[in-house]
T-cell receptor, first 114, second 115 residues
Framework: AQSVTQLGSHVSVSEGALVLLRCNYSSSVPPYLFWYVQYPNQGLQLLLKYTTGATLVKGINGFEAEFKKSETSFHLTKPSAHMSDAAEYFCAVSENNAGNMLTFGGGTRLMVKP | NAGVTQTPKFQVLKTGQSMTLQCAQDMNHNSMYWYRQDPGMGLRLIYYSASEGTTDKGEVPNGYNVSRLNKREFSLRLESAAPSQTSVYFC??????????????FGSGTQLSVL
């Protein structure tokens, strides 16, 4: 069965600092991996996804994530945080033969200090 | 372009009451989903519809029923609400028939409290 663990339910960074949100997954087959972002009072929006091919994936708003099979990780990074990045971020995994069972992590709330 | 529209945005029920959450998408998407979001647990799939005329159970279907009324609309019904169903409910849609490798579009959510 697939599962996702996001380390740290809350992360606080200063504006301009590096953002690092951690995601580890378990999957019995090659996974598809996603990061979604949720701004206050809104639904989730896709930031980026990894299916196959290049392991470094670039998404919207300057975010990127690297798939590391040996570490079963898919951490999300951004070189320089902006106030508008404050939101909740969800990592999700799906096994490529699992139909519609997209499994989400518990979420990490990112706070950006001025 | 409205995207995915959910109604109502807020609802308070008493234990045992019934209600239907409505969801409509205007993107001509094939698949539609209902998730619930609880603190620290991420989103969990309740039911989904891979295409018009089909519905399937997700991870947490107990206490819920769904109807894919047409390609645009996918409703979620609570027949006898329980306090454990207090949650934020999200409807989502996708162009393909699976969520495994595609982008999902989410509505803004329904905050439901069951007293």
């Amino acid at each position: 069965a697939q599962s996702v663990t996001q380390l740290g339910s809350h992360v606080s960074v200063s504006e301009g600092a590096l953002v690092l949100l951690r995601c580890n997954y378990s999957s019995s087959v090659p996974p598809y991996l996603f990061w979604y972002v949720q701004y206050p009072n809104q639904g989730l929006q896709l930031l980026l996804k990894y299916t196959t091919g290049a392991t470094l994936v670039k998404g919207i708003n300057g975010f990127e994530a690297e798939f590391k099979k040996s570490e079963t990780s898919f951490h999300l990074t951004k070189p320089s945080a902006h106030m508008s990045d404050a939101a909740e971020y969800f990592c999700a995994v799906s096994e490529n033969n699992a139909g519609n069972m997209l499994t989400f992590g518990g979420g990490t709330r990112l706070m950006v200090k001025p | 372009n409205a995207g995915v529209t959910q109604t109502p945005k807020f609802q308070v029920l008493k234990t045992g009451q019934s209600m239907t959450l409505q969801c409509a998408q205007d993107m001509n998407h094939n698949s539609m989903y209902w998730y619930r979001q609880d603190p620290g647990m991420g989103l969990r799939l309740i039911y989904y519809s891979a295409s018009e005329g089909t519905t399937d159970k997700g991870e947490v279907p107990n206490g819920y029923n769904v109807s894919r009324l047409n390609k645009r609309e996918f409703s979620l019904r609570l027949e006898s609400a329980a306090p454990s169903q207090t949650s934020v409910y999200f409807c989502a849609s996708g162009q393909g028939q699976t969520a495994t490798n595609e982008k999902l579009f989410f509505g803004s959510g329904t905050q439901l409290s069951v007293l």
